[in-house]
């Protein structure tokens, strides 16, 4: 049998910083991935920030007084390209090109783009049908890339008159897309975001809107004397009740801390003594000759340290994770 004479730990003691990117989709448009599927650190002053194109504030569109075939819209922010900007409301969006040429229906995106450029995209003419596929005749167009869709004008008339309260739709995720929905959870360990429900598909080549982020990754280096790491690990109970005629039970789960060892030089300026209180990355390998397989986990960093006078300087060091250390096999 194996000991772990060869092993050793590796803690995150730096971060390698990455410039705001592009993230890749899944085919659903639910999960988007950093290339190479990093770990993120949540190391302090290390923080993840994702970037989802889209409307982020004001933008409503309303019908421009007394006047035919018009619409006015509220200064508005939003995020496009990974950064932010903003558009003040001046000129009315005159739609009555697009009014003339309505046979049947023709349903209008009113669109913005990362300049700020306010744009009038026109569905093609048929009978009204506003949750059809985009680009087919009666459903809304499909949206430029690089651009977001603030709200919709659906038309049944060629006749010139004032647009209606009626003819405009700005619902949240049919007819605006807004940088704070769908909402999204952040994986470290896999280096991906995860929205609650798909983003849509509404961009030419049948493609969701961007998703873009800033992010950290661990800078590893190795333990001096470490020794008895135990991961973070689940353990499960049970607890049980007497009632008439049998005994009923429930089982439950529960993440216990990971720990491990390290003799220390002097106790103040070893590495995890000047990491304490930190929420880093850890990496055990069973044998450093094999780094193929190895333990990961995140958790915070916690330090309990020893000075006895006839013995080595100690610590005893836990790891409070958020979830159950993972291994990593090649």
């Given at each position: 049998?194996?000991?772990?004479?060869?092993?050793?730990?590796?803690?995150?003691?730096?971060?390698?910083?990455?410039?705001?990117?592009?993230?890749?989709?899944?085919?659903?448009?639910?999960?988007?991935?950093?290339?190479?599927?990093?770990?993120?650190?949540?190391?302090?002053?290390?923080?993840?920030?994702?970037?989802?194109?889209?409307?982020?504030?004001?933008?409503?569109?309303?019908?421009?007084?007394?006047?035919?075939?018009?619409?006015?819209?509220?200064?508005?922010?939003?995020?496009?390209?990974?950064?932010?900007?903003?558009?003040?409301?001046?000129?009315?969006?005159?739609?009555?090109?697009?009014?003339?040429?309505?046979?049947?229906?023709?349903?209008?995106?009113?669109?913005?783009?990362?300049?700020?450029?306010?744009?009038?995209?026109?569905?093609?003419?048929?009978?009204?049908?506003?949750?059809?596929?985009?680009?087919?005749?009666?459903?809304?167009?499909?949206?430029?890339?690089?651009?977001?869709?603030?709200?919709?004008?659906?038309l049944t008339d060629s006749t010139?008159?004032?647009?209606?309260?009626?003819?405009?739709?700005?619902?949240?995720?049919?007819?605006?897309?807004?940088?704070?929905?769908?909402?999204?959870?952040?994986?470290?360990?896999?280096?991906?975001?995860?929205?609650?429900?798909?983003?849509?598909?509404?961009?030419?080549?049948?493609?969701?809107?961007?998703?873009?982020?800033?992010?950290?990754?661990?800078?590893?280096?190795?333990?001096?004397?470490?020794?008895?790491?135990?991961?973070?690990?689940?353990s499960d109970s049970s607890t049980?009740?007497?009632?008439?005629?049998?005994?009923?039970s429930a089982t439950s789960s529960?993440?216990?801390?990971?720990?491990?060892?390290?003799?220390?030089?002097?106790?103040?300026?070893?590495?995890?003594?000047?990491?304490?209180?930190?929420?880093?990355?850890?990496?055990?390998?069973?044998?450093?000759?094999?780094?193929?397989?190895?333990?990961?986990?995140?958790?915070?960093?916690?330090?309990?340290?020893?000075?006895?006078?006839?013995?080595?300087?100690?610590?005893?060091?836990?790891?409070?994770?958020?979830?159950?250390?993972?291994?990593?096999?090649?």
């Open positions: 049998m194996a000991t772990a004479e060869n092993a050793k730990v590796n803690i995150e003691a730096g971060q390698n910083p990455i410039a705001i990117n592009s993230l890749t989709p899944d085919g659903a448009f639910t999960v988007f991935t950093a290339s190479g599927s990093p770990q993120f650190s949540a190391a302090d002053g290390a923080e993840t920030v994702v970037v989802v194109d889209g409307l982020t504030t004001g933008g409503v569109i309303t019908p421009t007084p007394a006047t035919n075939d018009s619409v006015d819209f509220s200064d508005l922010t939003y995020s496009l390209a990974g950064a932010s900007g903003v558009a003040l409301a001046g000129a009315a969006i005159d739609l009555a090109t697009e009014r003339a040429a309505v046979t049947t229906a023709l349903i209008l995106s009113i669109t913005i783009d990362s300049g700020g450029a306010i744009d009038v995209l026109s569905g093609i003419d048929g009978a009204l049908n506003p949750t059809g596929a985009r680009g087919t005749a009666g459903a809304p167009p499909l949206i430029l890339v690089g651009s977001i869709e603030i709200g919709q004008v659906h010139a008159a004032e647009i209606l309260d009626t003819e405009i739709f700005q619902v949240t995720g049919l007819h605006v897309e807004r940088s704070t929905f769908p909402v999204f959870t952040i994986s470290n360990r896999d280096g991906n975001v995860t929205f609650i429900t798909g983003l849509q598909p509404i961009h030419t080549g049948v493609v969701a809107r961007d998703v873009q982020a800033s992010y950290f990754t661990p800078i590893y280096a190795e333990v001096s004397d470490a020794s008895d790491f135990v991961p973070p690990e689940n049980s009740t007497q009632v008439y005629g049998r005994t009923v529960t993440l216990n801390q990971g720990t491990f060892s390290a003799l220390l030089v002097d106790g103040i300026t070893d590495l995890v003594i000047q990491q304490k209180g930190q929420n880093l990355w850890f990496q055990f390998f069973p044998n450093r000759f094999a780094t193929t397989n190895s333990i990961l986990t995140q958790g915070k960093l916690g330090v309990t340290r020893s000075f006895p006078a006839d013995d080595l300087i100690s610590a005893a060091c836990t790891i409070t994770a958020a979830e159950e250390a993972e291994e990593v096999t090649a």
